[in-house]
């Protein structure tokens, strides 16, 4: 059975986004021909707590916030719908929790074959070198090239050659065991499916953005940074940074200082606090800032030595963060990668560019990651 597949009037989905520093929640219906509207929301930040491991402060947090949405969310949902009945759960695990990585299968022969969705289901299997205690979180073809030449409707055409470029995520098993274990708890259904953040948001943004083909994905959570490099509309690198926003707020709240409008800071205005009335603030988020800076700059230097740096980053962040992110973007460091003294085209993502495809109500609140997690499922579900 396709868990994705539409019933004839659709049917209410539990959206799950699991992330470094915050886990949030949410139902949506989809329906075919329609958006997908979102009836609830909630998010709350990971507890952490002394002598436990991060996954431990997320699967106590993962209970709490389910409990949450079956509590007060399910009746929202059957006062607007008239029933609370869920029909899949969908998990979105993010990093540090999983790992993405981009491999090219590729199908030659002396002779023209047709290429069948066989011939890809048969491709798609052949990954056989997980990590010992990993297992597979979302596995999709990106692109079939025929002949050297992509193509969006490869079947039965006759070829010599087929290259897929398969985007492949894993995560830990355990954790995914427990998460499974976690969520079922509390919905009585057995469509529990986990899927990562990065081809959600691959897919989203290229299907978005059309016309820009050449674009760079910066994904900054708490405690690490995705980066994805989209070349020619393709997929051609993803790299995780062991290092977020997280290590930021640190270094203000050792300085005696936040940033204003980073979680924990009561200043109202946006942007940096005057960091001349505080020597030690300045040092210390100086420094942090660098090293994040850097660990970037080593990720993007490694692209640039393979192909041209595009010159536009999308940037998915949480809106207490996304404001400071984008003006320390746009440094000498970075700079120096593209030769040039242009600013980098930063393009915040926010979920005001999703209400015409994806509707908020009740008392359901703008939320990105939520937002196109339903997006991907309504789409994944109609086709």
């Known amino acids: 059975m396709n868990l994705f597949s539409l019933k004839k009037k659709g049917h209410a989905v539990a959206l799950i986004d699991i992330g470094s520093a915050s886990i949030g929640v949410a139902y949506a219906f989809v329906e075919e021909g329609k958006p997908p509207a979102i009836y609830y929301t909630a998010r709350l930040p990971i507890d952490v707590r002394d002598g436990e491991t991060i996954g431990a402060d997320m699967l106590r947090t993962l209970e709490r916030i389910t409990h949450k949405l079956v509590r007060e969310g399910a009746k929202e949902l059957h006062a607007a719908l008239g029933s609370a009945h869920i029909h899949t759960v969908l998990v979105s695990i993010a990093a540090p929790w999983q790992e993405t990585g981009v491999r090219i299968e590729s199908i030659r022969k002396d ?29 999709s073809v990106i692109a079939t090239i025929l002949n050297g ?39 009585h259904t057995h469509d529990v499916r986990v899927t990562a953040f990065a081809p959600v948001a691959f897919e989203l943004l290229r299907d978005l953005y059309p016309l820009q083909k050449d674009f760079l994905v910066l994904d900054v959570s708490g405690t690490a940074t995705d980066l994805a490099f989209v070349k020619n509309g393709l997929l051609a690198d993803v790299q995780s940074i062991r290092c977020g926003v997280h290590a930021l707020i640190e270094a203000g ?131």
């Open 253 to 383: 709240r050792a300085g005696g200082m936040v940033p204003a409008g980073l979680p924990g800071s009561d200043a109202a205005p946006a942007g940096l606090i005057d960091t001349e009335r505080n020597p030690e603030f300045a040092a210390r988020m100086s420094f942090a800032e660098r090293l994040w800076l850097d660990s970037l700059k080593s990720s993007l230097t490694k692209f640039s030595e393979r192909h041209a740096l595009p010159r536009t980053l999308f940037l998915l962040a949480d809106d207490d963060v996304r404001g400071f992110l984008e003006k320390i973007l746009n440094t000498d460091i970075l700079r120096s990668l593209w030769l040039s003294d242009e600013p980098l085209a930063v393009v915040p993502v926010r979920s005001e560019q999703l209400a015409s495809v994806v509707a908020t109500r009740g008392s359901a609140t703008g939320d990105i990651f939520l937002a196109m997690l339903a997006l991907f499922y309504s789409r994944r579900a109609q086709h």
């Open 111 to 139: 002779k023209p074959f047709a290429f069948t969705r066989a011939i890809l289901e048969e491709a798609t299997r052949r990954n056989d070198n997980l990590p010992e205690g990993r297992i597979e979180s979302g596995e």
């Open 149 to 187: 030449y992509e193509t969006g409707s490869p079947f039965g055409k006759k070829v010599t050659r087929a290259d897929l470029v398969i985007l492949s995520s894993t995560v830990d098993r355990e954790l995914s065991e427990a998460v499974e274990r976690t969520v079922r708890k509390e919905f």
